[in-house]
């Protein structure tokens, strides 16, 4: 985790005499806003559902809430065996006659827990990959995001704070070319979300183009 203040330095030149609260609410509001436009922070996470239980509780590292499931699997443990991709299902569309058997879709619980469909008749091992944001009032941000991705947080943080009416550094027309900015980050990181951030050329892709 990185220290929130760790990226004051080049914001501080744009709206000088702003308190480092305000400093640190903008960031962490620019980490919250990124992270759900973007899928970009991720966590990987592996249970064992058993028997007769269908829902099962899905944690963030500290600082961090999950915001929604991206994959999930369950990994048969015995050499050689499958891996078995779960769908996502619709609560509304699981039908309640189905015994129970080996899962084949899942359903994600706001926002602390997933479902298995059907109900599991056995032990099976499962592993989900679970999207992350910061939490409201942390004073860090996850490294990724600070090394990374360090210019999109200071270009959001920027457009909250320059909006600030009756603040001396309240600068509308500043505040947009921010949010400019700050969305072009967000395109460019969906794209490498979308890829599972795998490098390479990939021409076939329309330039600012990208979904999850």
Not at 34 to 55: K, N, Y
Not at 68 to 90: D, M, T
């Amino acid at each position: 985790m990185s220290d929130v203040q760790d990226l004051f330095t080049e914001i501080r030149r744009a709206v000088k005499g702003c308190p480092e609260p305000t400093l640190q609410d903008a960031v962490i509001r620019a980490a919250r806003a990124f992270c759900s436009e973007t899928w970009i922070l991720r966590r990987v996470q592996a249970f064992t559902a058993v028997a007769g239980q269908q829902v099962y509780a899905v944690q963030a590292p500290d600082n961090e809430e999950v915001i929604a499931l991206k994959h999930a699997q369950i990994q048969e443990l015995a050499p050689g065996a499958s891996v078995h991709p779960l769908r996502f299902v619709y609560p509304t569309l699981v039908n309640p006659n189905v015994g129970m058997r080996r899962p084949s879709g899942i359903c994600f619980v706001p926002y602390r827990g997933i479902a298995l469909v059907p109900v599991p008749d056995d032990a099976y091992p499962v592993q989900v990959e679970v999207v992350t944001q910061p939490v409201v009032g942390t004073a860090q941000v996850p490294d990724e995001l600070a090394v990374r991705y360090d210019r999109a947080l200071g270009y959001g943080a920027l457009e909250w704070v320059l909006r600030m009416q009756g603040d001396p550094w309240y600068n509308p027309q500043a505040a947009d070319e921010y949010g400019m900015l700050f969305n072009q980050e967000v395109v460019k990181a969906r794209g490498e979300a979308a890829f599972d951030f795998t490098p390479g050329q990939r021409g076939w892709v329309g330039r600012g183009f990208a979904w999850r």
